[in-house]
């Protein structure tokens, strides 16, 4: 636990409202105070970031304190963003007659669905190809786990779609002129649509700008998904609260993960009430706590985690965010293996 | 043209032809799977690469047309996807 921060990239993941943002930003506030250069990331929809530092945060990424900077993904922006860029690429690559149709069936794209989804995605990897650049440490306050994992699981059904349509692409180009090879002496080929397709020169250059354009997207994912499955490079952390749903969350969540060969690399059991409460009410809440704690570290067993108490006022602000980090940086130094 | 370079075009055109057509079927069959696979989705089964790979459409639009005619449709038989 002690190289959590060493880490260039980390996922922090979760039910939604266990405190998933509180401890993204303490852990990015207090890798930051250590000199490591820190980009905090919200993929939520519903992002928080700004309100728990108390500032605007957009699109773009804002310095909030010394090597600290955060964005929030705009994920709308980012769809619109992406079917631009595609048009965009369309103008060289289509005959002009050609404009309107491409653009009615870009913009069908753009709200087809999962495109949101997607476009998130992309960004994502685009983040995560700054940690180790401009960033040291790259911190994701990721959304509720089953949208993660969905995220997660992406770049390996995309790398095989995009291989098959381009090894698909190479293929055809192949054949096509293995065709030409054996065309008879001094004779062009012949005049059927799909032949012209292939002996354009000019089409052939087209086709091979498209491979081009979709090899890069696919290398992006690639290597997004290499750092991702490399424990030294990237890890997750599971925050979750002594209660009944978040566990079974997190359970789900580790199963999943776990498939993908993504290290959970620990977890944050957030909120914990002190053990010297009194009267029936806190006593009864305290026995429910100790059943879970202990359900816990049954069904973790072998992970390593560290515990944060539940507070007596919400976390808001840099100053309350670095003193949860040091409450962190001490659970860190004495954490124990489940 | 020379007895012998005739003769030679002929020696070159037996070896070829029964080739140029095998292959000619081979990458139409391959033609048919790219858009198999493509159109799919438009048929129910989704594509979860299909956002980052809609530089396709060009190809798609162009070979569509040789496609539905192979296929013995006159015309377009997607309502969301014109073509002649």
Not at chain 1, 149 to 164: C, D, K, M, N, Y
Request: aromatic letters at 8%; one cysteine or more; hydrophobic letters at 40%.
């Amino acid at each position: 636990m002690t190289r959590l921060l060493d880490l260039r990239i980390l996922f922090v993941g979760g039910k939604g409202g266990v405190g998933k943002t509180t401890i993204a930003s303490s852990l990015a506030l207090l890798a930051a105070s250590s000199g490591r250069r820190v980009l905090i990331v919200s993929t939520d929809p519903a992002h928080s970031l700004a309100d728990i530092f108390d500032k605007s945060i957009g699109d773009q990424e804002v310095s909030l304190s010394k090597n600290l900077w955060a964005l929030e993904i705009d994920s709308d922006r980012e769809a619109d963003r992406h079917i631009s860029t595609v048009k965009q690429n369309m103008k060289t690559l289509v005959a002009p007659k050609m404009y309107a149709e491409i653009d009615r069936q870009l913009d069908l794209a753009r709200y087809s669905p999962g495109a949101v989804e997607a476009a998130v995605l992309e960004r994502v990897a685009d983040l995560m190809a700054a940690a180790g650049t401009r960033y040291d440490l790259v911190i994701f306050d990721t959304a509720p786990t089953g949208h993660t994992v969905r995220l997660l699981s992406l770049p390996e059904i995309i790398t095989a779609w995009t291989a098959g349509m381009l090894n698909h692409q190479d293929r055809s180009k192949r054949l096509g002129s293995l065709l030409d090879g054996l065309q008879k002496n001094g004779e062009e080929s012949s005049d059927s649509g799909m032949m012209d397709f292939l002996k354009n020169d000019s089409k052939n250059q087209r086709n091979e700008e498209i491979s081009r354009i979709l090899q890069n997207r696919r290398d992006k994912f690639f290597e997004a998904r290499k750092s991702l499955t490399d424990p030294r490079a990237a890890g997750f952390l599971l925050v979750l609260n002594p209660e009944r749903l978040p566990i079974l969350e997190s359970k789900k969540a580790f199963d999943v993960l776990s498939r993908f060969q993504i290290e959970i690399c620990g977890m944050v059991i957030n909120r914990i009430l002190p053990s010297d409460l009194t009267g029936d009410f806190l006593r009864s809440r305290l026995k429910q706590q100790s059943h879970y704690m202990e359900e816990i570290s049954r069904e973790f067993s072998g992970v390593r985690s560290i515990s944060v108490p539940l507070l007596e006022r919400d976390v808001y602000g840099i100053g309350m965010l670095e003193n949860v980090g040091q409450i962190l940086s001490t659970a860190i130094s004495s954490s124990e293996i489940l | 043209m020379g007895r012998w370079k005739r003769w030679l075009h002929l020696a070159d055109e037996f070896y070829k032809a029964p080739y140029r057509g095998a292959i000619a079927r081979e990458k139409r069959d391959q033609e048919d799977l790219f858009m198999l696979l493509v159109f799919s989705e438009l048929m129910g089964v989704p594509n979860p690469a299909s956002y980052y790979t809609l530089e396709l459409q060009p190809i798609l639009l162009e070979n569509f047309h040789d496609w539905h005619t192979r296929m013995g449709m006159e015309k377009s038989p997607l309502d969301n996807f014109r073509c002649c």
